[in-house]
């Protein structure tokens, strides 16, 4: 079956360091990928999406490229800051609303100033 | 604001007996998912439902089935329970946007089973 697996965290940063955030998933298909960032008492957001191979998602200075030789999906970012602290989850999902999604199990990012 | 209800918050049961879990999504969530969560291990994601109707099945047991209901919020029903079914059962609600894109995604706190 299709599955995300994430690096384990938590990962801790100075504020402006570089990040990346390591995302592999096996999949039977060609499913669509995302990043979802869920900040302390809240809900899981859509941070970007990737629909097909070499596409790159961005948003807020993060992004991921899907890689399907390496069925990847890294989040990287140049420079954190401390409100980028969160946890952040890798996800699939194949078109069509009644297809379900698979989640990662997050990976807790702790930015330091 | 309001979050992703599960009751009960515990349970114990003996094996054999039968278990509900019910699970409250957020107001406008159409998408449910049920998980299940052994101790130390990953989710495993069991069954899901997108606007009443099953959506998809993971591994879940012949013994468990699930629902939907009109006002969207979902039971998973356990029965001939067994020591190995012990676990954090969470649920996740979804809403969909766009090309199916789910926009936002909130977690329960979950319903730990001890079957003893």
């Known amino acids: 079956g299709d599955s995300v697996t994430q690096m384990e965290g938590p990962v801790t940063l100075s504020e402006e360091a570089f990040l990346t955030i390591n995302c592999t998933y096996t999949a039977t298909g060609y499913p669509s990928l995302f990043w979802y960032v869920q900040y302390p008492g809240e809900g899981l957001q859509l941070l970007l999406k990737a629909t097909k191979a070499d596409d790159k998602g961005s948003n807020k200075g993060f992004e991921a490229t899907y890689r399907k030789e390496t069925t990847s999906f890294h989040l990287e970012k140049g420079s954190v800051q401390v409100s980028d602290s969160a946890v952040y989850f890798c996800?699939?999902?194949?078109?069509?609303?009644?297809?379900?999604?698979?989640f990662g199990t997050g990976t807790k990012l702790q930015v330091i100033p | 604001a309001a979050g992703v209800i599960q009751s009960p918050r515990h349970l114990i049961k003996e094996k054999r007996e039968t278990a509900t879990l019910k699970c409250y999504p957020i107001?406008?969530?159409?998408?449910v998912y049920w998980y299940q969560q052994g101790p130390g291990q990953d989710p495993q994601f069991l069954i899901s439902f997108y606007e009443k109707m099953q959506s998809d099945k993971g591994s879940i047991p012949d013994r468990f089935s699930a629902q939907q209901f009109s006002d969207y919020h979902s039971e998973l029903n356990m029965s001939s329970l067994e020591l190995g079914d012990s676990a954090l059962y969470f649920c996740a609600s979804l809403t969909l946007g766009e090309f199916s894109i789910p926009q936002e995604a909130f977690f329960g706190q979950g319903t730990r089973l001890t079957v003893v």
């Open positions: 107001p406008r969530h159409d998408t």
């Open positions: 996800a699939l999902k194949y078109s069509g609303g009644y297809q379900k999604v698979t």
